[in-house]
């Protein structure tokens, strides 16, 4: 009974992060079967955990590994599945300005490297530190830094190329 | 690339041109899209729990507490299964090559007849040598039977065949012994061949030494009254291995008893050329009669001087002696298909052990010598390093 409530515990605090994670990386049709392997992975690796208050960063790891091996095991290249996003629930006021940002920063992301979307992220979006996304990358932090740095220069330099798409010209 | 060195803060880069707001915005998108969806994060909960269901069925350990004594079984299982015939069989076979090792080593199997020990090789080497001289030999010198000492080191040569000699005239026999002996230590060894030497009536006429004590050798040569050679030949086979050993036996009664019939016949001969001289009148005979007993003198001291010597080499024969040390056994294997012996193993090993700790001592001091060769070029290029950071801290 305890590991039930564990497993529940552990599942409602990973799941938005993992699932974030997983749903831009791996195709539509395999996104809950990998994230539910990646949770599963994390469940039962827990007691052998070191850093307890480094949970998340650890679940991205395994998530980023098990990935890796979806890709080598389908011997495809990873790719973004930004096309395969839902479009988003906004007010209709604002349906097109939103919509035309939504669109435009998914097709900058899916000219940028993964690497580079991975360290957008991790680091913008979901707050980790650099140390700890290059844990989670398996790289240095330098690597981190200049990724994002580099990200930065290609977003804006292919953004600015799409002024009808919401870009600064 | 100074940005590189200041470590900047490269989110703070992002907020501009309104570029991390607009990164937020894409993906708080996707974020509302997901809390949308709670039949997918049900899906996702279900598969997770349907596998772990089944690898619990499966018997794959799902906690971690027992993890590592539950990783071991398993592997132990796994040895257990389709690999212990394989270990079985290693073992089985390991064994019996040791087995066969040791039997063929120690010559209880005739398997490999070439493999052996040393000792082994060198008796029959000799009793090789003295085959030849035993078929047609006559009387055997009085070597003793064969004890277990004996049978270690070589048989002793026949001593050459005497023919008999008339009654009245004794024969005339020069004996020249050669021995290798392999022993412990070569002083010991050599002062008690010496002191033999001299406790028979003999001497000592040539001894050489060279080398260190753990490589060392020596020659001698000594002279023993023909008589108590064997007894010496006897004594030197106590106090160390013999190796090789060669007896000649020269006939020289011919030659001995001519010279002596010549030296007659001369010192005759000399008498009648006094006798003339006794009678000679003028000084032209003195002269040519003395010319003639001058020149008979001499031939007369030359053959005085052969018998000598030929009365002496009767009388003592000649050992020459070569002493070599006890070799370590694994520096002394000549022929690679011929291991060492299995009882030499032991002091094998500890040569090796000794040999490795003096290769890594001499390893340390080849190291210290090699800094201490560097070390001015070691020096010159710190002072020249420093000099340049030196004027180059200077310059900027």
Known sequence: MEAETTFDETYELLFPLIYRFVSIRVPKPDVEDVAAEIIVNVWRGLPQMEKKNALKSWALTIATHRIADYYRAHKRTPVLMFEELTKPLVQESDLSETWAIFLSVAEALAKLTPQQVNVIQLRLIEGFSAGEVAEILSTTHQAVDSLLYRAKKGFRKIYQGNPDKGGCG | MKWFNKRMDFTSLWEEDGDLKRMKAFFSAIEADLKGREQVKHSVKQKALEIIAREEEGGIPVAGKNGLVQ??????VVLSGHRRWKIGVSVIALALMVILGQGAMNSSWNILPRMGSTVKDVQMSQSLKIAPQEAGSIGVDGGSPST?????????????????????IPRKITHYLTLTLEVATINDVVGKISREVQ??????????????????????????????????????????????????????????????????????????????????????????????????????????????????????????????????PNVSVKNPWQPIAWSKTWQATQDAVLKTISSSWNIINYLVIGVGYTLPYLMTGALVWGGYRMWRKRNS
């Open chain 2, 199 to 328: 406790q028979q009536g003999g001497y000592v006429s040539e001894s050489q030494q060279n080398g260190s004590d753990s490589h060392s050798s020596a020659q001698m040569t000594v002279k023993i009254p023909a008589d108590k050679l064997n007894a010496l030949r006897d004594s030197l086979a106590t106090w160390g291995k013999v190796l090789d050993q060669h007896m000649l036996a020269n006939d020289i009664t011919n030659q001995y008893y001519d010279s002596q019939v010549r030296l007659q016949t001369l010192e005759a001969e000399e008498k009648r050329y006094l006798e003339i001289l006794n009678q000679a009148k003028t000084v032209d005979d003195v002269l040519k009669v003395e010319n003639a007993l001058s020149n008979i003198r001499q031939q007369i001291e030359q053959l005085k001087g052969q018998l000598k010597l030929w009365n002496n080499q009767v009388d003592y024969s000649t050992v020459n002696l070569s002493l070599v040390t006890l070799q370590s």
């Open chain 2, 148 to 168: 277990k000492g004996a049978a270690v080191a070589p048989l002793p040569p026949v001593q050459a065949i005497v023919p008999p000699a008339d009654a009245g």
């Open chain 2, 71 to 76: 990783r071991m079984r398993a592997k132990l």
